[in-house]
């Protein structure tokens, strides 16, 4: 078992690099997605990586691929770290650094829309809500509470945005932008992804609050799925039991770290911006400890057993 990673360094093109991830070009055809243990919060990439992070990013995202295939095509080859060293020989002495954090994948043409899917309204829709009754400006019914239910889920895209945060934007703006045909197929496929995967996850005790999708178009043009799906960073996942509505709910994810930041700026020891202060151990741990046990319950078994 190795430990944390914090940047990944391969004998490969660098065709990317993400708040937490590495993108590097094998061929014409193929791309190596490498995930540190990196972590973001508020915007910020922090200096100290939460261990185990990538992995579960990793092998979370192989395991709902898998699971979710035959709703739509996905770009996953393989996320099996001895599998991806007989493809590409030159990463043979670089075990450590993939290590079960690596997904070979097809290359696509990404769809420049995130796809995203709300069951229960939190973060920035309920603060949209509750300010406006509305979510991405279009009306929701009146006296909904925070952390209640939507029924149906609202698809609700966003547009990816290269700093700072992403943005809602109303289905009318995917459609003008992307015309009706692609839109409306990439609004079914999420809707149809969503409740195959809030049914799997209720059946282990997890609600999936909402979750973003991200897609892309093969040379044929047919709509494929990409990046990382239903992982504790795209994702908001709460324990089944003890759900309640009017009040926000614990999750199995980074919020630990939010909420230490959170207390650091009100107080006037961190300005918001760039370096962040240094995490405690002890919320180093915490935060750890929630990506492993999403990975777990989703799962059925421990981080430590996948490949």
Not at 212 to 218: I, M, V, W, Y
Not at 235 to 248: E, H, I, K, L, M
Not at 282 to 306: I, N, Q, W
Request: proline share 8%; with cysteine.
């Amino acid at each position: 078992m190795t430990g944390p990673l914090v940047h990944s360094s391969l004998p490969l093109p660098l065709w990317r690099q993400g708040k937490v991830r590495e993108v590097y070009e094998v061929d014409a055809t193929r791309l190596l997605l490498v995930a540190s243990d990196r972590v973001s919060a508020f915007d910020v990439v922090l200096d100290q990586p939460i261990p185990g992070k990538g992995r579960v990013l990793t092998q979370l995202s192989a395991h709902w691929f898998h699971r979710l295939a035959h709703i739509t095509p996905t770009h996953l080859l393989t996320a099996d770290t001895e599998a991806i060293v007989v493809e590409v020989p030159a990463l043979a002495a670089h075990r450590d650094q993939l290590a079960g954090r690596a997904m070979l994948v097809r290359r696509t043409t990404p769809i420049a829309f995130e796809c995203v899917v709300r069951g229960y309204l939190a973060g920035s829709a309920w603060a949209e809500y509750r300010e406006h009754g509305t979510l991405a400006g279009a009306s929701l019914p009146p006296g909904l509470l925070e952390s209640s239910r939507l029924e149906p889920p609202l698809f609700s895209p966003a547009t990816k945005a290269t700093s700072g945060h992403d943005e809602n934007v109303p289905f009318s703006r995917m459609l003008e932008a992307l015309g009706d045909t692609l839109a409306l197929a990439l609004r079914d496929l999420s809707l149809a992804l969503y409740a195959a995967g809030r049914h799997d996850a209720q059946q282990r005790g997890v609600i999936i609050a909402d979750t973003k999708f991200e897609f892309g178009l093969d040379p044929d043009g047919h709509i494929v799925l990409i990046d990382e799906v239903l992982t504790p960073d795209s994702s908001r996942f709460w324990p089944a039991d003890g759900y309640a509505p009017g009040r926000g709910q614990p999750s199995f994810d980074k919020q630990p770290i939010r909420d230490w930041l959170a207390t650091e700026r009100a107080a006037g020891r961190w300005n918001g911006e760039a370096p962040a202060p240094a995490l405690p151990d002890e919320v180093v741990s915490a935060s750890s400890t929630r990506y492993r046990e999403a990975f777990r319950r989703l799962t059925g078994h421990d981080l430590e057993e996948a490949p």
